[in-house]
């Protein structure tokens, strides 16, 4: 029996995981999956519980689990408070604690999706990339960093570390993804400027020499965010630092029409994988039914490919989200100005996914 713990968190968490976990639960019936699930909180809805963004035996459970599904955490309730008591610490936490620095996120373009990007028809047609972001170290996690005055002047520093080890083996994830794929790592820096830069250059041309099938090349980071735009189809992994990969995932992700498409996975060296939407809480439509759940529901598909090794069950779920798009059906931010159906809401979208995989 694997365990999965649910962390639905704030705004339209707690909707799209729902059908997320619904979807995972038919998966695990046809491909005879034996799944048990326990719930806790984190975010806002931990804060608002317990006084904090995660508890210890919230991390506790995650630890004795096979995985986590996640929702999104956050909302503008909390936006006043001290940074390091904010929601968003909850998930910053959780990625340390479990020893998560590998986040994959796919942007894949599906067929009946192609005039949903707001990019034209023959340059989103066909994308399927990639990005492997460094998730536990970098600018979000260096020290010192903190609020001071300085001379009678506020002050804000952060600190931007990184070392071979922790380069190295999140450029293994990147080569080793790229192997199972297309065969190309682009790797994304600023070493004209950065130190930091500099030493992944060098390491990541050092893991580079131990995967000869794959096609290695460099990119400045302000020059990729405009390549992505004018040229996505030409990348298969993209592999960066954390804070360039929150930045370039991101704009992968709306590349592909909406960011309520795109699911991610991070993973780490302990065993435990978290998986959750790319997209965040949108607390201006939670509880109205009006929500996305593909990209949650798509994350639940990594979830059986890479923590429960069942590439049979991720595929079909796939497939049910391509064959239900192929129907026509769509949620608000995919409908586009130019569609003219009814729009589906996010526990009908997720019942249509459930439909596909149970008659599949």
Same mark, same amino acid.
């Given at each position: 029996?694997?365990?999965?713990?649910?962390?639905?968190?704030?705004?339209?968490?707690?909707?799209?995981?729902?059908?997320?976990?619904?979807?995972?639960?038919?998966?695990?019936?046809?491909?005879?999956?034996?799944?048990?699930?326990?719930?806790?909180?984190?975010?806002?809805?931990?804060?608002?519980?317990?006084?904090?963004?995660?508890?210890?035996?919230?991390?506790?459970?995650?630890?004795?689990?096979?995985?986590?599904?996640?929702?999104?955490?956050?909302?503008?309730?909390?936006?006043?408070?001290?940074?390091?008591?904010?929601?968003?610490?909850?998930?910053?936490?959780?990625?340390?604690?479990?020893?998560?620095?590998?986040?994959?996120?796919?942007?894949?373009?599906?067929?009946?999706?192609?005039?949903?990007?707001?990019?034209?028809?023959?340059?989103?047609?066909?994308?399927? !990339? @990639?990005?492997?972001?460094?998730?536990?170290?970098? /600018?979000?996690? &260096?020290?010192?960093? $903190?609020?001071? +005055?300085? *001379?009678?002047?506020?002050?804000?520093?952060?600190?931007?570390?990184?070392?071979?080890?922790?380069?190295?083996?999140?450029?293994?994830?990147?080569?080793?993804?790229?192997?199972?794929?297309?065969?190309?790592?682009?790797?994304?820096?600023?070493?004209?400027?950065?130190?930091?830069?500099?030493?992944?250059?060098?390491?990541?041309?050092?893991?580079?020499?131990?995967?000869?099938?794959?096609?290695?090349?460099?990119?400045?980071?302000?020059?990729?965010?405009?390549? !992505? @735009?004018?040229?996505?189809?030409?990348?298969?992994? /993209?592999?960066? &630092?954390?804070?360039? $990969?929150?930045? +370039?995932? *991101?704009?992968?992700?709306?590349?592909?029409?909406?960011?309520?498409?795109?699911?991610?996975?991070?993973?780490?060296?302990?065993?435990?994988?978290?998986?959750?939407?790319?997209?965040?809480?949108?607390?201006?439509?939670?509880?109205?039914?009006?929500?996305?759940?593909?990209?949650?529901?798509?994350?639940?598909?990594?979830?059986?490919?890479?923590?429960?090794?069942?590439?049979?069950?991720?595929?079909?779920?796939?497939?049910?989200?391509?064959?239900?798009?192929?129907?026509?059906?769509?949620?608000?931010?995919?409908?586009?100005?130019?569609?003219?159906?009814?729009?589906?809401?996010?526990?009908?979208?997720?019942?249509?996914?459930?439909?596909?995989?149970?008659?599949?």
């Amino acid at each position: 029996m694997e365990r999965i713990l649910v962390l639905p968190g704030d705004g339209i968490g707690p909707e799209v995981v729902a059908e997320a976990r619904r979807v995972l639960e038919v998966a695990a019936d046809r491909f005879d999956l034996k799944l048990e699930f326990e719930d806790d909180l984190i975010g806002g809805a931990s804060i608002d519980a317990r006084n904090t963004p995660l508890s210890d035996a919230a991390i506790d459970r995650a630890r004795g689990s096979r995985a986590v599904l996640l929702g999104a955490v956050g909302g503008p309730k909390w936006d006043a408070m001290p940074v390091d008591v904010r929601p968003e610490k909850g998930l910053l936490r959780i990625r340390k604690e479990l020893g998560l620095f590998a986040n994959l996120r796919p942007a894949t373009v599906f067929p009946a999706l192609v005039d949903a990007s707001s990019l034209r028809r023959e340059i989103v047609e066909g994308i399927d !990339l @990639l990005v492997v972001r460094e998730l536990t170290g970098g /600018i979000y996690f &260096g020290e010192p960093r $903190g609020n001071a +005055l300085v *001379d009678g002047r506020r002050e804000a520093r952060n600190t931007m570390v990184y070392d071979e080890v922790e380069i190295a083996r999140i450029t293994r994830v990147a080569f080793e993804s790229a192997q199972r794929r297309r065969k190309e790592v682009c790797h994304v820096h600023k070493a004209n400027v950065l130190e930091v830069s500099q030493l992944w250059m060098t390491v990541v041309e050092e893991v580079a020499s131990d995967f000869p099938d794959v096609e290695l090349s460099h990119q400045l980071v302000d020059s990729m965010a405009m390549l !992505l @735009l004018r040229e996505p189809g030409r990348y298969d992994v /993209i592999v960066t &630092g954390n804070l360039f $990969g929150d930045i +370039l995932s *991101d704009e992968a992700a709306m590349i592909t029409g909406s960011l309520g498409m795109l699911p991610s996975a991070s993973l780490g060296e302990g065993g435990v994988g978290l998986y959750e939407p790319v997209h965040g809480s949108a607390p201006d439509i939670a509880g109205q039914d009006a929500a996305n759940p593909l990209a949650a529901i798509l994350s639940a598909a990594m979830l059986l490919e890479h923590s429960l090794d069942a590439p049979d069950a991720a595929n079909a779920v796939r497939e049910a989200v391509s064959a239900v798009l192929a129907d026509g059906h769509r949620t608000a931010d995919i409908a586009g100005q130019s569609f003219d159906g009814p729009v589906t809401g996010c526990r009908a979208m997720g019942g249509l996914i459930l439909a596909r995989l149970g008659d599949a």
